[in-house]
């Protein structure tokens, strides 16, 4: 006899922007964010059954996203989706987890004449910070803090050389080259028991994705990087060292290749090497590197 071993529904792409006045400064920030909505529990005879009794409308999932996020702090991420996460597993009986993915688009203040204007922003890039808030009845809220889209490049102090080479190799070792890479990077907190633990701790949160986005930029740009594979690691090592309440670190790091163009057949034209100077981005194949630390 079939069962339901595993069911989950909600609604996606959920576009929230949210607009906070500041009457005493005349100043406005902005908040923009793209939310995920979905809901576990005693739901099974929803499929089996053609019960919708079960049902919680995904309709009411974004309507109570846009309540809550006027009812609440929307910022950071990590309290507004623990927020929006605890509510579905206090509001409704019958639904026992509930995954609230929060993707924060960045607009940055614009600067006039010298000077921060009160409310004009602009999109300085593709880069997001990322959240995974879930709450699990009897367990606790589990939170997974990100960045991701952050496209870095240096132009020198990469190598890679002395990796296995066998009839299957044709990469040439080397000493220095382009490194580029879109980053994703992830820190998964100790389970909070409450919603109000994660409000005991709210500081928290955007302290670490400020020193998570530092130690990611400082030894992507100081370090004279061996490998791909042992600079995320040390990544890894610095940001458990910066917050104690996280127990894990992750990285995904795609190698984005810039290869060097030989140009020799163009009157003898030097163009690899240290003679290299012009170079052809590739957008794939590329190799792709992850890595998870735990305390």
Not at 11 to 16: F, M, V, Y
Not at 167 to 173: C, G, N, R, S, V
Request: net charge negative; proline share 4%; charged share 25%.
């Amino acid at each position: 006899m079939p069962s339901v071993s595993a069911a989950r529904y909600g609604k996606d792409n959920i576009r929230l922007c949210k607009v906070i006045r500041d009457e005493a400064t005349k100043t406005q920030t902005v908040y923009e964010m793209t939310v995920c909505v979905l809901l576990e529990g005693a739901i099974e005879t929803s499929y089996t059954q053609a019960d919708n009794s079960v049902v919680v409308a995904t309709d009411s999932m974004k309507q109570t996203t846009y309540i809550m996020a006027k009812q609440h702090p929307i910022n950071p991420p990590e309290l507004f989706g623990s927020i929006l996460a605890n509510h579905f597993v206090q509001k409704y009986k019958h639904i026992h987890t509930a995954h609230v993915s929060i993707v924060q688009h960045r607009w940055t203040r614009m600067e006039i004449e010298g000077q921060p204007h009160p409310h004009s922003f602009f999109r300085d890039g593709a880069e997001k910070r990322v959240v995974q808030a879930d709450a699990i009845e009897g367990k606790g809220i589990e939170i997974r803090s990100g960045i991701s889209d952050l496209l870095v490049l240096k132009s020198t102090g990469s190598m890679f050389h002395s990796f296995v080479r066998d009839e299957y190799t044709a990469l040439p070792e080397t000493w220095d080259r382009i490194l580029s890479t879109s980053v994703d990077a992830g820190w998964k907190w100790s389970t909070f028991p409450t919603l109000e633990d994660v409000q005991k701790e709210v500081g928290k949160f955007d302290e670490t994705h400020v020193k998570a986005r530092e130690i990611t930029f400082r030894l992507f740009a100081k370090e004279e990087s061996p490998s791909v594979q042992n600079t995320m690691y040390k990544m890894c090592e610095e940001i458990l060292a910066a917050a104690p309440t996280v127990t894990d670190v992750d990285y995904a790091l795609p190698n984005k290749h810039y290869f060097e163009i030989d140009l020799s057949w163009h009157k003898g034209l030097k163009n690899t090497g240290k003679d290299a100077e012009v170079y052809a981005p590739q957008s794939d194949p590329n190799g792709l590197i992850k890595c998870t630390v735990s305390r």
